[in-house]
């Protein structure tokens, strides 16, 4: 069955830390996604990459940057984590030919 | 930059009742996707429309692409307590390779 996997189901940080949250997907896929999900908001990009060190922004990139050293893993990195960037994290990892989406569960990130 | 607006963002209907959501986007698409969220959950996929004018079904669940790959909707025939969720669409454009979801449309189901 294939699989993206997200490290932590729930993250609790201080303010100012640097928080990791880390993806893997198993499928061979060449583009990743992580998304940051708020009510009423919906899923929107924060970054992508469709090769190995290769990265885009999405649209709201600030005060987040993303790794990709290797094509299964995709990394979230929050430099100094803000009380804003409290939400819901979701990576996802698509095939060459974008024919579907897999999500992994997700990671329910909140700064105190 | 590009958007994908969705309504209605929440939907109560009776159990039986229909129910649609639409989305609209601010550029042409290459394709279009659905996915459904259960509460608690991750998205999942539901289908993916690639023509101008293509209509599929799924059981209760029929998609549509516009003539001009700008908007879409999904319908969903008497609704049952298992379609409970947030839908959402999501339009891809091949030039920049980005997938932008619209908002999303929470459906309720009223026993």
């Known amino acids: 069955d294939v699989k993206v996997t997200q490290s932590s189901r729930y993250l609790v940080k201080r303010t100012g830390e640097k928080v990791f949250l880390e993806c893997v997907q198993d499928m061979d896929h060449e583009n990743m996604f992580w998304y940051r999900q708020d009510p009423g908001l919906g899923l929107r990009l924060i970054y992508f990459s469709y090769d190995v060190k290769m990265k885009e922004k999405g649209d709201i990139p600030e005060g987040y940057s993303v790794s990709r050293e290797k094509k299964e893993r995709f990394s979230l990195i929050l430099e100094s984590a803000s009380t804003n960037q409290t939400s819901m994290y979701l990576c996802a990892s698509i095939g060459g030919s974008y024919e579907k989406l897999f999500f992994g569960s997700g990671t329910q990130l909140s700064v105190l | 930059g590009q958007q994908v607006m969705q309504i209605p963002q929440y939907q109560h209907v009776q159990e039986g009742e229909d129910f649609t959501t639409y989305c609209n986007s601010s550029t042409t698409l290459s394709n279009i996707q659905w996915y459904k969220q259960r509460p608690g959950g991750h998205p999942v996929f539901l289908i993916q429309?690639?023509?101008?004018?293509e209509v599929k079904k799924q059981k209760r669940l029929t998609f549509q692409f516009g003539e001009a790959k700008k908007n879409s909707s999904l319908h969903i025939t008497a609704t049952q307590t298992t379609d409970v969720g947030t839908y959402f669409c999501a339009g891809i454009n091949h030039k920049d390779d980005k997938i932008i979801f619209g908002k999303g449309t929470r459906l309720h189901i009223l026993p």
């Open positions: 429309l690639v023509k101008s004018g």
